[in-house]
C-alpha cells in the first residue's frame, strides 16, 4: 500500500522545473506582499481606494497565477521526461537528505526571504504613494481636470483622501468598491465626458468641512474687492466693493451661515434634476416652526428632500473651474497678464472662448494668437515689450489648461459653482422672489441680507481709498 510520501515523492521530484519554481516565485511574492499590505487595509482612517484594489483583486489574481505555474512545470517536466524515455523507474524517498527536496527547500526559502526583505522596503512607500494628489490626479488621466483645478485652489494642501475616503470599516469598504468600478470603466473605456459631480456619493460636510471649519466660530463681517478690467484699449479697472455679513452658524446666530446652518434651524429642498441647480421647494424650519416655501407647480419627492450641508453652496471648494471674464480679471490683478498691453483683456476673451479640437492644438494657437495680435497691431508695443508680451500669453495658455479640457468635453461653465449669484444661478436657486409660502411669503432676493454694496464698478472707492488699498490712495 502505498503511503503519503510516495504519492509525494514524485511531486518533489517533477516539481524542480524553471515554471514550477517561477510559480513558487510568484506565490511567495503575491503571499509576503499580501501580508504586509493587509494591516495597513485593516487599520481605522483614510485609505486609497487604489490599495484595495491591490490587496483584492491584483495580488490574489497573481497568487493564483503563480498556483497554476507550478503544477503546470509538473506536468510539463513530465511529459517531456516521458517522451525522452527518462522518466525515473523510482524515486527517492521523501527525506531530508533527499538532494531534490533540500534543493527545493532551500530554493522557497531564499525567494521567500528575499521578497520579505523587498515587500517590507516597498510597500508601504507604495501605499503612501497611493495616498498622494499626485497620484489620484496625474496617474489617472481621466482626473486631470480635477487635478488642475486642485492645483491652484485654496485646499491644495489637503490629501484627496482628506475628504474623499470615509474613516472606519464603512468607508473602507465603499472606497474600495468605488476604486474598483472606476478601475472597470477606465480599461473598457465608459467612463462619461464629462465626468459627472459624484454628489450622491460625497461625505457629509460635519465629516470633512467641518473638520476644520467650525460652524460656531464667529466670521463676522467681511469687505470684499471685486476688480474687473474692461475690455477698452486701456484695461480700465473698477471695483465692486460688497460688506459680506457672513456671520456664524453657532448660538448667536447671524448673517449668511446663520441663517441657513444657525442654532436650532433644519433646512431641507427638493432638487428636481441631479445637479442640484433646480430647486423648487424649501423646508425651513427655525425655533421649532416650519414654513414651506415653494415654486409655482412644484411637484417634490419627499424620498428626495436633502438637509442643507456647506457643500450645496460651496459645491466646488477643491476643484473650482472659472469662467473666462473671472479668470483674466484674476490673472491680471496677479500681473500674469500685464494690464498696461493695450486691449489685452478684451484679446484674451476672444483668443480663450474660441474652440479648440485638443488641447495640444490649444497649447500651439493660443500664445501664438495673443503675440500675433501685438506684433501686427502694435509693432512697437511688442518690438520694446516682447518678453511682456510672451509671458502673458503664457498665462493666457495656463487659464486654458485650467479650465478646458477638449478630450473631457469640459468647457468654460460645465461645472456650475454654486458660491454667489454672479457667474451662475448660486443663491438665486432658492433666493428669487419666486419661492412662496401659503400665507405670501417669499424667499427674500434683498441684496442687504446677505452684504452691503459699498461700491459697484468704480474706478478708486472712497472705502478703498481711505483704508490705503486703492491706487488712488495716494492722489
Not at 270 to 280: E, G, L, M, T
Request: with cysteine.
Amino acid at each position: 500500500m502505498r503511503t503519503f510520501r510516495d504519492w509525494l515523492s514524485p511531486i518533489v521530484f517533477f516539481s524542480n522545473n524553471l515554471i514550477s519554481l517561477a510559480g513558487v516565485v510568484v506565490v511567495t511574492a503575491a503571499a509576503v506582499t499580501w501580508l504586509v499590505f493587509l494591516p495597513i487595509t485593516l487599520r481605522s482612517g483614510s485609505v486609497h481606494p487604489y490599495v484595495g484594489i491591490v490587496v483584492y483583486l491584483l495580488l490574489p489574481g497573481i497568487f493564483i497565477g503563480g498556483l497554476l505555474l507550478i503544477p503546470l512545470g509538473i506536468y510539463l517536466r513530465r511529459r517531456g521526461m516521458r517522451k525522452r524515455g527518462e522518466l525515473p523507474a523510482h524515486f527517492e524517498p521523501i527525506d531530508p537528505r533527499n538532494p531534490e527536496l533540500r534543493k527545493l527547500f532551500g530554493f522557497i526559502a531564499v525567494t521567500t526571504f528575499l521578497n520579505i526583505v523587498i515587500a517590507s522596503q516597498l510597500s508601504y512607500s507604495s501605499v503612501r504613494y497611493m495616498e498622494t494628489p499626485n497620484f489620484c490626479g496625474a496617474t489617472c488621466h481621466v482626473m486631470k481636470p480635477e487635478f488642475a483645478a486642485y492645483e491652484v485652489s485654496a485646499h491644495s494642501k489637503v490629501e484627496c483622501v482628506g475628504c474623499h475616503v470615509g474613516p472606519g470599516a464603512s468607508g473602507f469598504m465603499r472606497a474600495k468598491a468605488n476604486g474598483v468600478r472606476q478601475v472597470v470603466h477606465i480599461v473598457l473605456n465608459t467612463y462619461p465626458r464629462p465626468i459627472p459631480e459624484p454628489l450622491e456619493r460625497l461625505r457629509p460636510a460635519t465629516e470633512t468641512c467641518e473638520s476644520c471649519h467650525a460652524r460656531r466660530r464667529f466670521f463676522g463681517d467681511r469687505m470684499r474687492d471685486l476688480a474687473s478690467y474692461g475690455t477698452d484699449e486701456q484695461n480700465t479697472l473698477t471695483h465692486t466693493v460688497l460688506m459680506m455679513h457672513l456671520g456664524t452658524g453657532g448660538p448667536h446666530s447671524s448673517g449668511v451661515h446663520g441663517a441657513h446652518l444657525g442654532e436650532g434651524v433644519t433646512l431641507r429642498y427638493y432638487a428636481s434634476d441631479d445637479v442640484r441647480q433646480n430647486i423648487p421647494y424649501v423646508e425651513y424650519t427655525s425655533g421649532g416652526k416650519m414654513t414651506v416655501f415653494a415654486a409655482p407647480g412644484a411637484k417634490p419627492d419627499p424620498t428626495k428632500l436633502r438637509a442643507m450641508q456647506c457643500i450645496d453652496c460651496h459645491n466646488r471648494p477643491a476643484h473650482t473651474f472659472q469662467l473666462p471674464e473671472r479668470a483674466i480679471d484674476r490673472a491680471m490683478s496677479f500681473g500674469d497678464i500685464s494690464p498696461t498691453l493695450p486691449f489685452a483683456k478684451k484679446q484674451g476673451l476672444e483668443i480663450v472662448k474660441q474652440t479648440y479640437a485638443t488641447g495640444q492644438e490649444a497649447g500651439a494657437k493660443i500664445p501664438a494668437a495673443f503675440e500675433g495680435y501685438y506684433r501686427k497691431t502694435y509693432p512697437e508695443i511688442y518690438a520694446q515689450r516682447r518678453d511682456e508680451v510672451a509671458s502673458s500669453a503664457k498665462a493666457l495658455l495656463s487659464i486654458y489648461q485650467h479650465n478646458v479640457f477638449p478630450e473631457m468635453k469640459i468647457t468654460w461653465g460645465t461645472y456650475p459653482n454654486n458660491l454667489g449669484h454672479t457667474d451662475f444661478n448660486g443663491c438665486f436657486r432658492c433666493h428669487d422672489e419666486q419661492h412662496a409660502s401659503s400665507d405670501g411669503k417669499t424667499i427674500t432676493q434683498d441684496c442687504s441680507a446677505c452684504h452691503n454694496v459699498v461700491a459697484s464698478d468704480e474706478k478708486n472707492p472712497k472705502a478703498l481709498v481711505d483704508l490705503g488699498l486703492s491706487p488712488g490712495a495716494g492722489k
